[in-house]
């Protein structure tokens, strides 16, 4: 959340918020620090916080900071994404299936199919009796006329 003032200055709650690993962190870290000249305070790591530390040896050891921070933040997420894969991978072997339930043809679309394939209705209608939308009648159509 940029702040545009006279000060420049940016609040942002967390590390993590610039980014999903330690690059995207360090990126939008020195764009705004470089590029933009604005301050960053990490409101819950008084480390980093630019408006303070303003000599060489402060900001010494803000970088140092952020980059052991950008670092544990990037494992964090690793660790995140590794144990839901885990999580994934066990629900497909105890036979869960994600996504959106498969469209069958039905005995509705198939008396729906030839009331619309002999003209007696338009395709909108047909459609609408066959409880599909639009791509899913054209799918249905493809899958049904290919047996």
Excluded: C
């Excluded at 918020?17 to 939008?28: A, S, T």
């Excluded at 764009?31 to 916080?49: F, G």
């Excluded at 950008?70 to 995140?80: A, L, T």
């Amino acid at each position: 959340m940029r702040q545009q003032s006279s000060q420049r200055l940016e609040s942002i709650h967390s590390l993590d918020r610039f980014g999903r690993n330690k690059e995207e962190i360090l990126q939008e870290w020195n764009d705004i620090t470089k590029n933009i000249e604005a301050d960053i305070v990490i409101l819950d790591m008084p480390l980093l916080d630019t408006t303070q530390f303003k000599d060489g040896f402060g900001t010494f050891i803000a970088d140092l900071v952020l980059q052991i921070l950008s670092w544990m933040e990037q494992e964090k997420r690793d660790r995140i994404r590794k144990r839901q894969r885990e999580g994934i991978d066990a629900a497909i072997k105890n036979g869960v299936t994600f996504g959106r339930p498969k469209s069958t043809i039905t005995e509705v679309f198939k008396q729906v199919y030839t009331r619309w394939k002999s003209g007696e209705i338009t395709a909108v209608k047909a459609m609408e009796e066959a409880g599909v939308k639009k791509t899913t009648f054209y799918k249905l159509v493809k899958e049904y006329e290919t047996r």
